[in-house]
């Protein structure tokens, strides 16, 4: 069982950069992928970025390459997105999510453990 909370999300302005973490209870931090997922007003919930139990692999949808890292850290049972030169396209709520595999998955039926979401709005 992993229970995730999600920080960090709040109002920036178009160009900003914003970094969101989201905590994870338990001892079994390092046995599951990792992934961020965001939701639109309107939209399904979309994969953005993943990274794999140990960091060594990341993934990156394409719309958020090359602005978006992901990272992790495996002692304090942490996993980061940060965000930058953020448009107002990337306006969603953010989601943690948790899947007990060796890789790097993008699709959200391969998540069992999901964090409650953090608001991220660009203005423009």
């Known amino acids: 069982q992993v229970h995730l909370v999600e920080s960090g999300g709040k109002l920036v302005q178009a160009g900003g950069s914003l970094r969101l973490s989201c905590a994870a209870s338990?001892?079994?931090?390092?046995?599951?992928?990792m992934g961020w997922f965001r939701q639109a007003p309107g939209k399904e919930r979309e994969f953005a970025a993943a990274?794999?139990?140990?960091?060594?692999?990341?993934s990156y949808a394409d719309s958020v390459k090359g602005r978006f890292t992901i990272s992790r850290d495996n002692t304090n049972n942490t996993v980061y997105l940060q965000m930058n030169s953020l448009k107002p396209e990337d306006t969603a709520v953010y989601y943690c999510?948790?899947?007990?595999?060796?890789?790097?998955?993008?699709?959200?039926?391969?998540?069992?453990?999901w964090g409650q979401g953090t608001q991220v709005t660009v203005s423009s």
């Open positions: 999510a948790a899947a007990r595999l060796g890789y790097t998955p993008s699709n959200l039926r391969d998540y069992g453990y």
């Open positions: 338990g001892r079994t931090f390092s046995s599951y992928a």
């Open positions: 990274i794999s139990r140990s960091g060594g692999g990341t």
